[in-house]
């Protein structure tokens, strides 16, 4: 098998509040270590401290602890800061990512952990992935996801409509893409093609 090229890369994998796809984004920090990835985990201030029908906050911490295998968690802004000024990390994705952080990360708005970890390692022009999860994917936050698909050292996991026929508005990334959308972002490049044809629910 030839050797990914995020062997030895550490990544900072954010996770945002969309707690019924923060299984699927779990499971690819299992696959990026298997690639020899290092993971630095981050999560949003809702992650941190929401209890909802898809577990509690307890028991999201413990899954990513032991998906990450990293021993702590970046839960506060104070902790996310340093992420760009020491240079923690080579490589970030946010997965999943909320239209509530997407449409703060699209206007400058920086108020969670998560929010703070882009816009430190973007400071570095490090190259930032982003896995989208909304049900507002194509009104109010179409405007902000079309801004980022714009702008410098982003790039996007591939994303689709998840149900048209009941959430005709929701899009939602395909989180096995995602080692595949980190190698080719490392590289500078966006995977293609961005917009999948996904079956609906
Ligand atoms: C059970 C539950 C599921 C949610 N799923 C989503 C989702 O899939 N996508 C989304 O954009 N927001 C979702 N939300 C709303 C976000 O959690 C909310 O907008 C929050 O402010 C996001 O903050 P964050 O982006 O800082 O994590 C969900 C909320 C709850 C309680």
Redesign the pocket.
């Known amino acids: 098998m030839v050797p990914s090229i995020l062997n030895g890369k550490t990544v900072a994998f954010a996770l945002?509040?969309?707690?019924?796809?923060l299984a699927a984004a779990v499971a690819q920090m299992r696959v990026l270590r298997e690639l020899g990835a290092k993971i630095l985990p981050v999560i949003?201030?809702?992650?941190r401290d929401?209890d909802?029908?898809?577990g509690t906050a307890e028991y999201w911490r413990r899954q990513i602890l032991e998906a990450s295998g990293a021993e702590k968690i970046i839960d506060n802004i104070p902790d996310a800061e340093p992420i760009g000024p020491k240079h923690l990390c080579d490589i970030m994705i946010i997965a999943?990512c909320?239209?509530?952080?997407i449409s703060k990360l699209a206007n400058g708005v920086i108020d969670?952990p998560?929010l703070l970890a882009a816009k430190s390692h973007l400071r570095n022009a490090g190259p930032l992935v982003i896995a989208v999860?909304?049900?507002d994917g194509l009104s109010a936050n179409a405007r902000n996801i079309g801004k980022l698909l714009n702008d410098k050292h982003i790039y996007f996991v591939p994303f689709g409509q998840d149900n048209p026929s009941g959430k005709p508005n929701s899009l939602v990334a395909q989180m096995d893409q995602i080692p595949h959308t980190l190698e080719l972002a490392w590289q500078g490049q966006q995977i293609q093609p961005i917009l999948t044809c996904q079956a609906p629910a």
């Open positions: 945002s509040g969309s707690f019924c796809t949003s201030h809702h992650v929401m909802s029908r898809f999943p909320t239209g509530n952080s969670t998560v999860a909304t049900n």
